[in-house]
């Protein structure tokens, strides 16, 4: 049964993967969304940061994530809530059910969000000092991440096979850029 969430951070953020801190010195602003263009890898790495803290989470709409692949970046299984194929009228219960009970929630809308969907879906968050990942898109989020692929590790001539991916992460928030390179997949 889920519990509500405890204290597992600062007053004011969640942790992130000690591989993102350049990216994200502060940490993630609870009640706060961020919006996510790229590799869902990030959103993995993000979780593993208060997951491994204690910290409930929740994936919504991602019926092709691999768990293993979560447990890879550290994501503490146990403490993982998954809504994979929510129904476009479910989505928005789904991801506000799941701010009730979890710090971090990763979340891929089915399509467009109505405007007043987005405000009380907001409002719940930041009530809730719940954070949101969305993959794509969001109106005005509080920082856009951007995970674009700039190499790969593992294929030799004629052989092999891929084992590491280069990403370089631009975080945009109020006007400033951080910029990072990570590798995916690295042991946590």
Do not use: K, N
């Not at 969304?33 to 910290?55: H, I, M, T």
């Amino acid at each position: 049964m889920l519990q509500q969430r405890g204290t597992t951070a600062a007053a004011d953020t969640l942790p992130v993967h000690p591989r993102l801190a350049p990216a994200f010195p502060a940490g993630l602003r609870r009640g706060a969304v961020y919006s996510l263009v790229g590799s869902v890898s990030v959103a993995l790495a993000l979780l593993a940061g208060s997951s491994q803290r204690g910290s409930w989470s929740g994936i919504v709409g991602l019926p092709d994530l691999g768990v293993e692949a979560a447990a890879a970046w550290g994501v503490d299984l146990d403490h993982l809530v998954l809504v994979p194929s929510p129904s476009p009228e479910q989505w928005v219960t789904a991801v506000a059910a799941l701010a009730e009970v979890a710090d971090l929630v990763v979340a891929c809308p089915p399509g467009r969000i109505t405007a007043g969907d987005v405000q009380r879906l907001t409002a719940r968050l930041r009530t809730r000092r719940s954070s949101l990942i969305v993959t794509g898109p969001w109106e005005h989020p509080a920082a856009t991440i951007h995970a674009t692929t700039v190499g790969w590790d593992g294929l030799g001539q004629g052989h092999g096979c891929l084992v590491r991916q280069h990403l370089q992460l631009d975080v945009v928030e109020r006007h400033r850029r951080r910029s990072v390179r990570i590798m995916v997949p690295e042991s946590p």
